[in-house]
């Protein structure tokens, strides 16, 4: 049976987590202009990385929906578009060796990214100017409070910026270690 607790736990589990990602992904984006010290780190680890971040972020959405019980609202459900549509893009690219997959996957982050942050808006007391497309839960209630400002639409928008960050450091190894391409 879910507990109140349970739920409450993984949620400051995955609000901490969320901001450490976060952290890591404005020191990545700094590197990325700059120094390029996890260069290597992005080579040998990048798709799969991608993998990892968006199977397990895909695995959490079903978690709470699914056991935990809670609805999502529709703005919800395009945030989960944009992020289930990458675990089968990433399996194919890592697959076939494709080497373009992370420009899709950037496209998808930001379209996510830009979603993920309206939502958080209009849960954190802003006007909705979009109609939320509810077929479910309501787009401004609150499942999630973290620290005074952590909703699931930030986690998903700290996620979404970081893929964004990610692939582009994949695509920036991969231009610098071949220049025809």
Not at 58 to 76: K, W
Request: net charge positive.
């Amino acid at each position: 049976m879910v507990t109140i607790e349970l739920i409450q736990q993984t949620n400051i589990l995955l609000a901490t987590t969320s901001l450490i990602l976060g952290v890591f992904g404005v020191l990545l984006f700094i590197d990325l202009r700059t120094k390029q010290n996890f260069r290597e780190i992005i080579e040998k680890v990048g798709m799969h990385g991608a993998l990892f971040l968006t199977f397990f972020a895909t695995l959490l959405t079903l978690l709470y929906s699914e056991v935990f019980g809670l609805v999502p609202c529709g703005f919800c459900w395009l945030e989960r578009m944009m992020l289930w549509t990458q675990v089968p893009l990433v399996l194919t690219a890592l697959y076939f060796k494709e080497r373009f997959m992370p420009r899709h996957g950037i496209v998808l982050s930001w379209i996510g990214l830009v979603i993920s942050l309206y939502h958080h808006y209009i849960q954190m007391g802003g006007s909705s100017f979009i109609a939320c497309p509810s077929s479910g839960g309501d787009c401004a209630k609150r499942f999630m409070f973290e620290f005074g400002f952590v909703t699931f639409p930030l986690l998903a928008a700290i996620l979404f910026a970081f893929l964004v960050v990610w692939y582009t450091y994949i695509l920036k190894t991969r231009t610098n270690t071949h220049p025809t391409t």
